[in-house]
């Protein structure tokens, strides 16, 4: 059965701890994208992978960090950086040859909360 | 980067009526897509329509990529369209989406 997971769907976490979430795919999707997303608004790109062992940051990469080890896999680590951690996090995979652009599928997401 | 603007941005409707849900965007994209974002957050895929027309059901979507807007029509609205519709584009090299604001569409019984 093909598609995107995350880990846990919800998180609960204190100040200045850090915490990973964790995207798993199995569609054999090149590239990998984490969004953002606040009550009411839409969705903001945080960080975003085209290939292995690659990554860029997207509009609010400050206080996030990733990897890219293996093609299926692309966690996020909230740091103690991140001013205002609690939100809901968003997994995307998409094909991605160059400068061929293919649509993106998203996970179920996960709700962090810090306090 | 590119702009996205969704309007309106909240909408009530009674079941049976039709809609029109708009995206205009700032500079020329190499995709567009629409998402239906249901009560547990989980974005579904409507349609992946950089330029064109396409329907599936009772929705449609239009996008007029020349004069830089998407529509997305509902017909014989549902309760069960209720929620968060959102349009997304991107341009240029790479693939990143940037998202409008969305718009809450409510339908009533």
């Known amino acids: 059965d093909g598609g995107i997971t995350q880990s846990p769907k919800y998180l609960f976490r204190k100040e200045g701890q850090n915490v990973t979430l964790s995207c798993e795919q199995n569609l054999n999707h090149d590239a990998m994208y984490w969004y953002r997303q606040d009550p009411g608004q839409g969705l903001r790109l945080i960080y975003y992978?085209?290939?292995?062992?690659?990554?860029q940051k997207g509009d609010i990469a400050e206080g996030y960090s990733v990897s890219r080890e293996k093609k299926e896999s692309f966690p996020l680590t909230v740091t103690s950086a991140q001013k205002n951690p609690t939100a809901f996090y968003l997994c995307a995979s998409s094909i991605d040859l160059g400068r061929l652009i293919y649509e993106q599928y998203f996970g179920p997401g996960t709700r962090l909360t810090v306090t | 980067g590119i702009q996205v603007e969704q309007s309106p941005p909240d909408l009530i409707l009674q079941e049976g009526a039709n809609s029109t849900l708009r995206c205009n965007f700032s500079d020329s994209v190499n995709n567009l897509q629409w998402f239906h974002q249901n009560p547990w957050g989980q974005l579904i895929n409507l349609f992946y329509?950089?330029?064109g027309t396409k329907q599936n059901g009772r929705l449609s979507a239009t996008t007029v990529a020349t004069e830089r807007y998407s529509l997305l029509y509902i017909s014989s609205s549902q309760t069960t369209d209720s929620g968060v519709y959102f349009c997304a584009v991107g341009g240029g090299s790479g693939s990143r989406l940037t998202f409008g604001e969305g718009t809450q569409l409510t339908v009533n019984p």
């Open positions: 329509i950089p330029s």
């Open positions: 992978s085209q290939i292995v062992n690659d990554f």
